[in-house]
């Protein structure tokens, strides 16, 4: 697929490592600019930025939590008080700490939602308030369809990518008159480091699930995901895409 982003700007949460890696990088080599955001691994956004260095002054990282709604607000009153426009948001921030329900510890139950479910809120929020004043605008969430099939030990994990579907259906609703839309890619089982930890064994059970018998790449992730951010996607708001090999 060919897409054109020039004189767009795409937020990219979690836009340094794994599949927002890939998709801030597919915005880049469709001439979009790129706020890449990270919460906290200076060695991995070094590299992301030197090997897109390239792409000049179109690329911008910025460090944040984004389930802290104060830093979170701080970074969007940044971009308003410098006058930098964007269109597109693309929330891809997203941790696990699995365990099973008896033996999860609170902290970790919190950890996951507030950064999955609360995160998305937080951004998204901030990001409408933005887009309705021009009246355009495009958010895509990241989740998975673990949030509807659910696995033993992610109940936590489940829980926050269920709850980001309902809450994608609701925004969507919500602004449509402002012609912004908002969508979920949900991603199955890709090779990046999010699910390198795994025992290998579980991989394998969870390989034997895949009718097309391989796991996806990012990249592949990130064709989705530009091609719910394009222009031409305007009568599609409050889905999910599924990109899965039909898990």
Known sequence: MQFNFKDQT???????????????????????????????????????????????????????????????????????????????????????????VGLMKEEDWNRVLNTNLTGTFFVSKLAVQALSRRRYGRIITLTSPIGQIGFPGQANYAASKAGQVAFTRSLAKEVASRKITVNCVSPGFIATDFIADLPEEQKKHYLDMIPLKRLGCPEEVASCVLFLAARESAYITGTVLEVTGGL
């Open 10 to 100: 795409a937020i990219v949460t979690g836009g340094t490592r794994g599949i927002g890696r890939a998709i801030s990088e597919a915005f880049l080599k469709s001439g979009a600019k790129v706020i890449a955001t990270y919460r906290g691994n200076e060695e991995e956004a070094g590299k992301f930025a030197t090997a897109n260095a390239a792409h000049g002054g179109r690329l911008t990282l910025e460090k944040f939590d984004v389930s802290r709604y104060e830093e979170v607000e701080r970074f969007f009153r940044g971009l308003e008080k410098n006058d930098a426009r964007f269109e597109i948001v693309v929330n891809c921030s997203g941790i696990r700490a699995d365990a099973v």
